[in-house]
């Protein structure tokens, strides 16, 4: 059956299976299921729908994703609003109007429910339902998508926008059900929020989150206690409410602004330096890093100079800097030494941003734990026991982070052709062409999938360029009467040369992180992010496609 015979068939309603006597489940077809109702999805499904018949399945209650789970305090964006937004409609960007500079979730959260009621997106979601199961049938070229609710769907293409920070990382030690206390992970937070007074709070954790939500927590508890692995560096973010001038700038200058964020890593905001951190005196270089620290601007420090990401004396200078900060501002030595990262290079994980987060640690109701030294071995009744002590807690935030990149899709039973699944497949680590598609898996596209720039670049921007691209293949495939769209083996071995070629140019790979998979005991795999840049990643999907489709297989 062609496709627009199958759309016929799709808008001529779903077809009831009867097995003997009984009614299974129905089956309903459509053209292409779009998994996950973050930024990304949402305009999956905007893209999408002008052309063909859309489902889009979320498992939350609600659209956002990152914004809809992460409602720990003090969530917020690094980079700003008025770049960390949509581009694909000109009047959502005049009518939408930012609080802040970097917006916190409930705003980001407001954001994305405005655009599924602006663009009547909702009608083709289907919330609070999970993709559990996905068989790639190669007799009709067409994808088995099963849900949590039982549903079967078939369709020709599937979208995965399941984010690439979307899956908790849960922590692996025993004792979790004998602790009287509440246990909550940062990504899984109560709508309602939580009451911190009068608690004894551990929080296990110092990342992007950690460092975002504890400032906040201390405020409120009796006391927190900090369980630190490893410290982050962290620079001021220097958010602060809106001004209308700077909002009107950018609304004057928009069409102008989003191209020169796709030339660079999705923002235009930052200054690109020039010269290199051994062009300047000590006294230059700490004249610049001292702007870049109260630049108000998340990741200036790391621009500081042309060299900071790849040439590890540059980076040394800078990380220097920011250690300096540290020990500036708290005031206990032996907590400060603890809070200096001194394992792996200033921007080899991604840089953090903070509002007072070394300050807190001036509080009496703080306090730092470091478990490098003594790890966690088991929650207890009482609360956490480490090789060394135990403490008494009342409630035990997770802020572990995600099983990031791989673990969303990881999450789902795929079989692709002769019966391959996904996560056979990548047991070693992900394989990817171009970050799109798996060979193997025919007509699966992955939107933020494994090796693209991911969080390396702003990714409301370079995710809507992805699922334009994306879009474009379809249309191809539709135009060219096709049938089915893969990747070749050798593209994928070529692709994964290239992740790891570029990531050696720079000094990410001095740092054990989510990016190579490192933050998870005994997680496979090399590097997962590409970090050659975003305009050089589009230069090369595109590349590939003039190229009449160089490495893809299509029938
Ligand atoms: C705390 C935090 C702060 C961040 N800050 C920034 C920032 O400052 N700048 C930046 O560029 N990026 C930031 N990010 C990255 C952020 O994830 C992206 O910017 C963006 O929101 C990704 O959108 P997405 O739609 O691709 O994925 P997500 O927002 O992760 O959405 C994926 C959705 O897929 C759903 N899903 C997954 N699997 C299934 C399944 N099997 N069935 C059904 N549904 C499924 C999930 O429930 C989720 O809602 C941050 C991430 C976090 C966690």
Redesign the pocket.
Known sequence: MDFRAAKLLIKADCIKIIKGNSVTNSIEHTDIVV???????LYAVHRLRKDYAVIC????DGVG??????RYPG?R???ESVE?SYSFDKTLEQEWSWPEYFSAQPDLERYANHVADRFDLRKDIRLS???TRMTFDATIDRWNVHTSDGKHIICKYVVA??????AANTPPWPGRETFKGQILHT?EWPREGIDFSGKRVGQIGTG??GIQAAPIIAREAAHLTIFQRTPAFSMPSGNRPMDAEHEQDWKANYPARRQEMLSNYGVSLMTRPERSAHEYTPEEQRAILEKGWTSKSAFQLMLAFNDVMTDKAANDIVAEFAREKIRGIVKDPVTAELLCPKTYPIGGKRLCNDAGYYEMYNRDNVSLVDVATAPIVAFTEKGLRTADAEYELDIIITATGFDAVTG?MA??AIEGVNGQTLADKWANGPTTHLGFMVAGFPNLFM??GPMTPG?QA???TT?EWQVDFIGRIIDDMEQGGLSRIDATVEAEQRWADEVQSVSQFTIHRFADSWYNGKNIDGKKGGFMIYVGGFPRFAELCEEAIQANYEGFLRS
């Open positions: 998994i996950g109702a973050g930024f990304s999805g399945v979320e498992a939350g994703g990152t914004w809809y789970w992460n969530a964006v690094d980079i960390y339902t999970i993709v926008a399941t984010g690439s920070l979307s990504t992007s989150t969303a999450r789902i939107v933020h969080a702003q990714m409301i995710g």
